[in-house]
């Protein structure tokens, strides 16, 4: 069971470094540059490095136990980053974040959300992190 929080604990610091690293516009910023063009942004591949970081932090944590066990957490610690990824992207919807944050622009939501709009942007989001 430790295991398990700890894994959640870790998804959970990754979730919060994507959603401050979209709000201060690095994503947003880096969303402009294609690494393959059309395809892949540096705004995304930027959110995929941090999700492929948390599973493999999470990973390593995780001595051992089987291997099942091993990608239950790193996949849980993935999907948690992208959770919170969607509850910014919620919240953005609902509240007004751009008095306090001047990034979190209806551009940035976009973005997160694939340009699929609000519930099926969430459900790629979470299909697409590691």
């Not at 849980?76 to 992208?82: N, R, T």
Request: aromatic fraction near 8%.
């Amino acid at each position: 069971m430790s295991e398990l929080r700890q894994a959640i604990k870790i998804g959970l610091i990754g979730g919060v470094v994507a959603v401050l690293l979209s709000l201060i516009g690095m994503v947003e910023t880096f969303s402009q540059r294609d690494v393959i063009s059309r395809v892949l942004s540096m705004g995304h591949s930027l959110l995929l490095l941090i999700g492929v970081a948390i599973g493999y932090f999470s990973a390593r944590r995780s001595k051992g136990l089987g291997v099942f066990s091993i990608l239950i957490n790193s996949l849980l610690s993935g999907v948690l980053v992208a959770v919170l990824l969607c509850l910014l992207i919620f919240l953005g919807h609902a509240v007004n974040l751009r008095s306090v944050f001047r990034n979190a622009s209806p551009v940035l939501y976009e973005f997160l959300a694939f340009n699929q709009g609000l519930g099926l942007g969430c459900l790629w989001l979470l299909s697409r992190e590691p």
